[in-house]
């Protein structure tokens, strides 16, 4: 029989010590020990389904029952005869037959318990977002770890409430799996007098953590999750337990004409203790050569960790002469981080005037190729004229250096949003992800390349992945949302949608993600609310429908759902170089009307918009692929790729 479960592992450490010293009160414990046991389960509404040694496995229905049992359990062990007691809890899958209990969740949440102290009580971070809101139940973040016989770290909290025992990280280090050095690269702050040089230090930083991504062994937390720390006060431990690093690189930079200093100090995240720290004062030209020596300090101290070898290395190569192009291609990385339509249009300005003084400008080109691909991916330009670019510039960029991962990244944009080449995008992607270890976007794409492949799975597990490098990003976090949609693990995806909510909790995409999760689990009127709630943020009556014409469809609500759709089709007429006949083949998809649900498919075709067999893939098209027109429209799909 298989059922979901929190799964509740308890362990009492010290027995087999206590036998040989104290035979008659190592088994009085131990009574004890069943007693408080049996009694609290059963009051929480658990079951007893194992004991084994000087332990048991439990399980319950409602992981909050499983942590006010445990809560119980230690308070009550805390009492004369002190019994001292592990417990971890997750919540997953179980598989019960006569003899055994197993299943993944069993493994994991024996591998939290045997990471918990005497007194304490750890919890899985599933676990976590169920308890999180509950009055009386406190609980604190330890962060990531690295279990036995578990592929991805997995992030852990200790309950904290009166009379537990938590632990720091640095009680739990020998009980793990040695890892590889991870290392975030914090904003350097600007203590220029002149505030516009914002963009110059938010660039020294940024070049700093790309040549970092090239040490082997290193694993530097990238730019968006590193960034969000901007302007903060945040304690540099709190820091190291959000991003899951050992140590943390931080500093100043103050420009003055043609004179720059810039400090940097390494830190070591348990204890902040500053390994290491140097300041520089040079002149402007002399950039990169300040850049390159910090980096191949701070590289060979994190070697120290891992038993290599110091080395002479250059992580920083001089990319322009010209100091003035330079510094016209940090405030392009400005603009292009803020990551708007309007922004971006800045962003090629400026990497455009880099290129007019510096010709050979790889980086520059790269940008502007990146740049592109964001306008076309997006609606903004026409994808014919935007992927045109996009390719020019990122050949020129490739012909001047083919070692920079943003111009591969472009290229696969191109091939996967609009040629629908997909060997050649999976190519290009490849090759970026083995430049640069810490470039997201290839992530992401890879993710969009594997579920068009049909291998789902993949695309979550590369998305959790760059979840790990990138743990603060609301994009990444978006985008690994949907791959559990993609995936049908619908509790997973709300949960993702939860975490943006936490950063913004009127964000539309994850309130959409909510929707659709919640909606695939079969709720469609609470699906509905949430749709309704995504339209009004629009600000707009006649956008962010599409969810919304979906749920009244498949609640046999007609008349709403054609209301929805005349109010998409009056926005095409006033917005034509908008794009959205996706968005009414999913309206008329949830009325059950395949005609025009396929009229529209294909104008989606004819337009190169999406790709088609991407936005397929989504639980809500489920029965389109039944329909003997799915292979018509995948064949057209093939015969319009440009040549």
Avoid at 141 to 164: D, H, M, Q
Avoid at 229 to 253: C, M, P, W, Y
Avoid at 337 to 346: E, F, G, I, Q, V
Wanted: net charge negative; with cysteine; hydrophobic share 40%.
């Amino acid at each position: 029989m298989r059922q979901l479960a929190a799964i509740l592992f308890a362990d009492m450490t010290g027995y087999t010590t206590l036998v040989q010293e104290n035979e008659q009160l190592a088994r009085q414990k131990r009574r004890r020990l069943k007693t408080v046991l049996e009694s609290c389960i059963n009051s929480h509404n658990g079951k007893i389904l194992q004991y084994y040694g000087d332990g048991s496995l439990s399980i319950f229905n409602s992981a909050i029952d499983s942590v006010r049992c445990s809560i119980n359990i230690q308070q009550q062990l805390m009492q004369e005869p002190k019994v001292d007691l592990r417990i971890g809890i997750h919540t997953g899958d179980i598989i019960i037959d006569e003899d055994a209990v197993y299943g993944d969740g069993v493994n994991l949440a024996s591998r939290i318990e045997s990471l918990a102290v005497p007194g304490g009580i750890l919890i899985s971070e599933k676990v976590y977002d169920e308890i999180r809101n509950q009055e009386n139940i406190i609980a604190s973040e330890l962060g990531y770890f690295e279990l036995k016989n578990v592929r991805s770290p997995v992030r852990i909290y200790a309950i904290s409430n009166n009379g537990i025992v938590v632990p720091t990280r640095q009680d739990l280090k020998g009980k793990t799996k040695q890892t590889g050095n991870r290392l975030a690269v914090l904003p350097f702050v600007n203590m220029s007098a002149d505030p516009e040089n914002e963009y110059f230090s938010d660039g020294i930083t940024e070049e700093l953590l790309n040549a970092l991504t090239r040490v082997e062994g290193l694993q530097v937390t990238s730019r968006t999750s590193a960034f969000a720390f901007k302007g903060t006060n945040h304690d540099i431990r709190d820091i190291a337990i959000q991003l899951n690093v050992d140590k943390v690189l931080e500093g100043s930079v103050r420009k003055a004409g043609n004179r720059v200093r810039i400090t940097a100090q390494l830190i070591n995240a348990a204890d902040g203790y500053h390994i290491w720290s140097e300041n520089y004062d040079r002149n402007l030209t002399d950039i990169f050569e300040v850049q390159d020596e910090i980096s191949a300090r701070i590289a060979n101290k994190m070697r120290e960790n891992l038993s290599t070898p110091v080395r002479e290395e250059h992580l920083v190569k001089v990319p322009v002469k010209n100091v003035t192009a330079y510094t016209y291609y940090l405030k392009g990385l400005h603009f292009w981080n803020k990551l708007t339509p309007a922004d971006t249009r800045k962003a090629i300005e400026y990497f455009e005037q880099a290129i007019a003084l510096e010709p050979g400008y790889a980086h520059a080109y790269a940008m502007i190729a990146a740049a592109y691909s964001f306008l076309g991916a997006t609606g903004q330009m026409l994808p014919s004229t935007a992927f045109e670019i996009v390719h020019r510039f990122a050949d020129k960029a490739l012909e001047l250096d083919d070692s920079i991962a943003e111009s591969h990244i472009a290229k696969a944009s191109a091939y996967l949003f609009y040629e629908w080449n997909w060997p050649k995008g999976y190519e290009a992607l490849q090759k970026a992800m083995s430049l640069n270890r810490g470039a997201i976007e290839a992530y992401e794409l890879m993710g969009f390349y594997y579920v068009i492949k049909g291998q789902k799975e993949e695309a979550v597990n590369i998305l959790e992945e760059a979840e790990r490098i990138d743990p603060l990003s609301p994009i990444v976090l978006q985008t690994l949302g949907n791959m559990y949609m993609f995936a049908g693990r619908y509790d997973d995806s709300i949960r993702q949608a939860e975490k943006l909510l936490e950063i913004d909790p009127q964000m539309r995409i994850a309130i959409e993600i909510k929707g659709w999760g919640t909606g695939m689990k079969g709720d469609w009127h609470a699906a509905k609310k949430l749709f309704q709630e995504v339209h009004r943020l629009t600000g707009h009556p006649l956008k962010g429908l599409m969810g919304l014409a979906f749920s009244h469809g498949r609640l046999g609500e007609k008349e709403e759902a054609l209301e929805c759709i005349r109010k998409m089709e009056q926005r095409q007429l006033q917005e034509p170089d908008s794009v959205i006949d996706a968005d009414i083949a999913a309206a008329w998809f949830g009325l059950g009307d395949m005609d025009k649900t396929f009229e529209y498919l294909n104008r989606c075709i004819d337009k190169r918009m999406g790709p088609v067999s991407y936005f397929l893939e989504y639980p809500a098209y489920q029965g389109v692929k039944e329909d003997p027109r799915y292979a018509q429209l995948m064949e057209r799909t093939q015969r319009t790729i440009p040549t």
